[in-house]
């Protein structure tokens, strides 16, 4: 019996103009900012209304439980303490998004990575 490894993600998105930071939680990083990519205008998400889907920052955890408690430290923090988390990792601000995935994805992207 192999046993799956999981690898979950806690992640910090902006806007083009980097005015606004969104903090998330996911087990598929590349999938979770496609969906972000195009939910953007859709006023029914906070992600979506700021058109929040440029990353900025991810933590790789095992356990889903860390990655929740990451997320709730993180969200309770005030935007200057993002900022210097952010800057830890991500000294200029650069988008991460091609790191990860191909950019912009394809319309079927999610489809086909929710399959893999």
């Known amino acids: 019996m192999q046993l799956k490894h999981h690898q979950y993600f806690t992640y910090i998105i902006t806007n083009l103009n980097k005015t606004v930071l969104y903090t998330g939680v996911t087990n598929n990083l590349p999938a979770r900012i496609a969906e972000h990519y195009f939910n953007q205008g859709k006023q029914e998400t906070f992600a979506g209304k700021y058109n929040c889907f440029y990353l900025l920052y991810f933590k790789s955890f095992q356990y ?14 005030n935007r200057k303490k993002k900022e210097e988390l952010i800057l830890t990792e991500n000294p200029q601000w650069k988008f991460l998004n091609e790191g990860i995935m191909e950019w912009p994805p394809e319309k079927d992207f999610i489809k086909d990575r929710r399959n893999k």
């Open 64 to 77: 889903i439980e860390d990655a929740i408690a990451w997320e709730k430290r993180i969200k309770g923090w």
